[in-house]
């Protein structure tokens, strides 16, 4: 139930103060206030609207905005953008990463898809994982536990795709990675599609599946690359050049207001002063304004443009994109669409749909286009004599395509969102307070178009709020449990190794031990040795001094040979023991 903000009757006392709490938590995320900033806030709100009750109860400081933020508008909104992407036929994956104050690797994971809330095609920001080492495996285990944890279907992801931000490679239409390593790319992608494929397998029982669907690269980047080590290996100078001519005009409030008059003269139709030349910027509007499409699906997505519905080959082109989705429609929902492509392209469509006529300053008319998905949202709408939706297949199909990406300037715009909240001085903002101030600021943008008073404020996210402390708590108590685990398998193993040090030092000192023992064994065998001889010598001579002083030296050298025998065996023993507890 959404409750409309200027109906107050509607809302207890309590959930009035609960809302106020809303809107600042939300305002606290679009502008990018830090929390400490509304530790006198309470005060200041009394002070400002002294005939207020709800001013006068509010009392939510910089603790309670942080979990708040956290556990309740974040946690509602992230909830929310789930919800919506279940209702899509498919949705794309955006993803990239960055390193953000305190050396910590950011990996911002999006989302484009068919919202049946705004009607039309939207990229929204999901969450944001912090990494250390960033290998496939990593990254790929992350995005799909993020998957799976949050109840996505698999068997609905549409794209995954690669940009390398180094300007080696990227694809035109495809998923941001933001990896420098297109190996690690290729490898993240086989291991998506793999249990892609398995996830679309489980739900329709075929094997052959598609799983991702594949688009050609764009060497767009390969060709920046080489004017750019074209411009550097000659004398042109043209890009300094061009610079320079930026830089004339920029810092002068006069030749600025000339440039603009001749361009104004000219007809160029400049509204504002000239950007900041971008070498790349350039080259790309001119291959994209000459290149052909060489990508039979791209040739094909044609269709979808309005001035295409009566073109001979728009037919021709939807059903073979469709034919080539099998993961997206089945043989019954082809035979619809099939019947539902001739519906459409009879249906009476006014021109208003996908074009808006405009008059310039003099008596010029100027055709705009509205974006593509406005267009087929009004399609979608139309009815039947029943009241029921004329096309079923159709908004699958289209809803699926249109959910592709084509650029990153999404995921880039999120870098830069992302420098405004997260400064060197909240460097030790947490995880998930990240993820509450990035995804409550994304909803203001897509329920308020960036307004926090225009979100309307519903049952639901008040209840959230509400609950904020109650799972802050729980989370908490949650990261106690899982640091004292922690802490017990360290001691554990603290002790382990305690103990596996003891056994080791024993050890040693049974090497120790054993290797006098030897020495002694040695010199016992001498003397015995040494009494034997002596004692041949003695009885050849008849030398019986000598006989009894050579039959003192081999009784002393058996007993001690005797002793030290039986000192090796019980050293062996003792070593073959610990050597059974270190193999444990």
């Known amino acids: 139930m959404v409750l409309n903000n200027s109906t107050d009757r509607a809302l207890t006392h309590e959930e009035k103060i609960t809302r106020a709490e809303c809107y600042w938590a939300m305002a606290t995320a679009q502008l990018g206030f830090s929390y400490d900033s509304s530790q006198n806030i309470p005060e200041l709100f009394a002070s400002m609207f002294p005939d207020s009750k709800v001013a006068a109860d509010y009392a939510m400081k910089d603790r309670k905005l942080s979990y708040v933020v956290s556990h309740g508008t974040g946690y509602f909104f992230i909830r929310e953008l789930i919800k919506d992407v279940l209702k899509a036929p498919a949705y794309s994956l955006l993803f990239d990463e960055t390193t953000i104050v305190g050396v910590r690797k950011q990996l911002d994971l999006h989302i484009r898809y068919w919202s049946e809330y705004q009607q039309g095609v939207v990229t929204r920001y999901w969450k944001s994982i912090m990494l250390g080492h960033a290998t496939a495996d990593i990254i790929s285990h992350h995005l799909l536990d993020s998957l799976k944890s949050d109840g996505l279907d698999l068997s609905k992801l549409l794209h995954l795709g690669e940009l390398i931000l180094s300007f080696i490679y990227y694809r035109l239409i495809s998923v941001v990675t933001g990896r420098d390593n297109p190996n690690v790319n290729k490898a993240v992608e086989a291991m998506i599609e793999k249990e892609v494929r398995s996830a679309q397998e489980k739900k329709t029982g075929n094997s052959s599946s598609k799983g991702l669907l594949p688009i050609g690269p764009c060497p767009l980047h390969i060709i920046h690359n080489a004017f750019k080590r074209g411009f550097s290996q000659n004398d042109w100078q043209i890009e300094d050049i061009l610079y320079d001519f930026w830089f004339f005009f920029s810092r002068s409030s006069v030749r600025r207001e000339d440039y603009l008059k001749v361009v104004e003269t000219i007809g160029v139709g400049i509204g504002r002063f000239m950007k900041r030349f971008v070498i790349t910027r350039w080259i790309e509007r001119e291959l994209t304004r000459t290149l052909p499409v060489t990508n039979n699906f791209l040739q094909n997505l044609q269709f979808m443009h309005p001035l295409q519905r009566h073109h001979e080959s728009s037919s021709k082109s939807l059903m073979i994109i469709a034919r080539d989705l099998p993961q997206l429609l089945s043989d019954d929902d082809l035979d619809y669409l099939n019947v539902e492509r001739r519906l459409y392209e009879n249906e009476t ?99 308020g178009q960036g307004k926090v008073h225009e979100v309307p404020i519903c049952k639901g996210l008040l209840d959230n709020v509400k609950e904020a402390h109650s799972r802050y708590q729980v989370d908490q108590e949650r990261k106690q449990r899982i640091l004292k685990e922690k802490e017990a398998i360290e001691a554990a193993a603290k002790l382990t190794k305690n103990k596996e040090l003891i056994l080791v030092e024993k050890e040693q000192n049974l090497i120790d031990q054993r290797k006098i023992l030897q020495e002694d064994l040695e010199n016992a065998s001498k003397m015995l040795n040494e009494g034997n001889s002596r004692l041949e010598a003695a009885v050849a001579t008849k030398n019986f001094a000598g006989v009894e002083m050579a039959q003192l030296l081999i009784g002393g050298a058996k007993n001690k040979l005797d002793v030290l025998k039986t000192q090796l065996g019980d050293n062996s023993d003792q070593m073959n023991q610990l050597r059974k507890k270190l193999k444990k």
């Not at 006529?357 to 974006?371: A, C, N, R, W």
């Not at 870098?415 to 909240?421: G, K, Q, R």
């Open 349 to 447: 469509i006014p021109e208003e749909w996908y074009q808006q006529k405009t008059t310039s300053g003099g008596s010029d008319e100027v055709i705009k286009y509205h974006p593509v998905d406005h267009y087929w949202r009004h399609v979608f709408a139309i009815k039947n004599s029943s009241g029921t939706a004329k096309f079923v297949a159709l908004p699958k199909l289209i809803k699926s395509l249109l959910s592709l990406s084509h650029g990153n300037a999404d995921v880039e715009r999120g870098f830069s969102e992302n420098a405004a909240l997260i400064t060197d001085d909240r460097s030790s903002l947490s995880d998930i307070s990240i993820n509450g101030l990035r995804a409550t600021k994304d909803a203001v943008k897509f329920y």
